[in-house]
């Protein structure tokens, strides 16, 4: 039987990867594929493999002048449970020049595609929708009109775990074979197999910690900077209407200035702290998942209200994008006098491992934390918010007394190897990156195959799904 799916290209080798997917997909099964472009230089892609104009949609000419009809945006807002100006914010606030844009034309963008979606949906019918990460606005958009008419969304999630990825559905951050899988190890336990290994998987990154992102294979960093300049020049004479935001250029620069200026401090001996690692902004970390305390700042001066004297707040700079952040930015934050800002050069293991209790919005340094037995606080929507251990601020006013509760407390060990074991069983290895985020690695051939192999036995257990897994969703869910 053929299937119909929808395939979500764009940028950092978007095109390119799901092409190989479906390519892959299409030699067990006949597939009728429709891709979905997000800039020009992915219609060509996409032509010049030999697929036709009527299999691509165009998901970025939007007329001027659209004219939206708020009669029709105010259905989609009730009908998708959407809300526009949440979703424009996930976008507007990546460049500068998008605040000037005025709210009629804002509105207009948001009619043209959810009709673009809503027609794509009645003529080409998908059975299922494969993309990577939701970033902006359209996207956000597809995940939800296409779930309101159950055609099933499979997102490809790279894992904490280095090459390990899963699915997720929708918008939460929350897999459902983690929440099913989680529910199983506690009411039916586990083998011995899987508790030595989840055993032993504690005590490597204990001994040993190191985070998930890929280190640059030999010979390939000057290759892919070379890349990346030529990338960038193509780009700049033919698409002067999609160009990139090179302010990025500058950070070295601004870091070093900020690296002299006595910015920053380092952790006093023997001082008894609450960590907060500062969040790379802007990303759908916490644009998406972590919407209501997308200010950083403001999170920070009430985190300083809620600390007992008996500690300080170490707010960790993060290492890649301080750049990117003005200086009135962190002069905000060192005007609070319980707080240290803590340099960026400064090892995040070490400042987990003495800490008395961690505090992120949706970080991995919560995930690292956990594998210490450290206590967490989180205010976003994160994975490990399923590990009973994890405490989720539901109402800022508790913050005092979920600090106060948590200081000081270890993990249990045995719920955490509990937690590890169902991760494990809800995973699987393969490399799930975007190809401009991993060198490419994820479009070889034999790691192309693995994640299709996993593509296809989750579309047949997605169909399978009985009525007592839908329960045990259900009732976790609430």
Not at 260 to 286: D, I, R, S
Not at 362 to 386: C, D, H, M, R, S
Request: aromatic share 14%.
């Amino acid at each position: 039987m053929q299937k119909r799916i929808l395939f979500l290209a764009g940028s950092s080798g978007r095109d390119t990867w799901m092409w190989k997917i479906y390519e892959e997909m299409n030699k067990r099964e006949t597939i009728i594929p429709c891709f979905i472009a997000t800039r020009e230089k992915n219609v060509e892609f996409f032509i010049s493999k030999g697929i036709k104009k009527d299999q691509i949609l165009d998901f970025f000419s939007i007329p001027k002048n659209n004219v939206p009809d708020l009669k029709f945006l105010e259905e989609c807002e009730k009908k998708y449970k959407f809300n526009i100006w949440d979703a424009w914010y996930v976008t507007s606030v990546r460049r500068k020049g998008r605040s000037k844009i005025k709210p009629k034309t804002i509105l207009g963008y948001f009619d043209f595609f959810f009709k673009k979606t809503e027609k794509m949906i009645q003529e080409f019918k998908p059975d299922y929708y494969i993309c990577y990460g939701p970033a902006g606005y359209h996207s956000m958009i597809l995940h939800e009109v296409l779930r309101q008419n159950k055609i099933p969304v499979i997102e490809l999630v790279p894992f904490v775990i280095s090459n390990r990825f899963t699915f997720s559905e929708d918008l939460t951050n929350i897999w459902p074979s983690l929440l099913i899988s989680y529910d199983q190890v506690k009411k039916q336990g586990f083998s011995e197999k899987e508790k030595k290994n989840a055993e032993q998987f504690i005590i490597n990154f204990q001994n040993k910690p190191k985070d998930p992102y890929l280190k640059a294979p030999s010979g390939k960093l000057i290759s892919e900077k070379v890349k990346k300049m030529f990338s960038y020049a193509y780009q700049l004479i033919k698409y002067r209407n999609e160009l990139p935001d090179f302010k990025f250029i500058f950070w070295p620069l601004i870091q070093r200035v900020y690296d002299q200026m006595g910015l920053f401090e380092k952790p006093k001996k023997g001082e008894k702290y609450v960590f907060f690692p500062l969040h790379f902004q802007p990303e759908a970390t916490t644009l998406i998942y972590g919407k209501w305390y997308v200010d950083q700042t403001s999170l920070i001066e009430n985190l300083s209200k809620s600390i007992p004297i008996s500690h300080m707040l170490y707010v960790k700079v993060h290492p890649s994008g301080y750049g990117n952040k003005s200086l009135n930015f962190y002069k905000r934050i060192k005007k609070l006098p319980n707080v240290r800002l803590i340099s960026p050069h400064e090892n995040t293991f070490k400042l987990i491992k003495n800490c008395s209790l961690l505090t992120t919005i949706t970080g991995t340094a919560g995930w690292e934390a956990t594998l210490f037995q450290k206590p967490v606080v989180t205010f976003g929507n994160i994975f490990y918010n399923v590990f009973e251990e994890t405490v989720k601020i539901q109402n800022i006013e508790e913050l005092p007394e979920k600090i106060r509760s948590g200081l000081e407390k270890k993990v249990n060990y045995n719920k955490l190897v509990e937690f590890i074991v169902a991760l494990f069983r809800c995973t699987h290895e393969g490399l799930a990156w975007l190809p401009g985020d991993c060198y490419d690695l994820s479009l070889e051939e034999k790691n192309n195959e693995i994640l299709v192999n996993q593509i296809h036995h989750y579309m047949k257990k997605h169909t399978l799904i009985n009525k007592e897994n839908q329960m045990i969703l259900k009732e976790i869910k609430t």
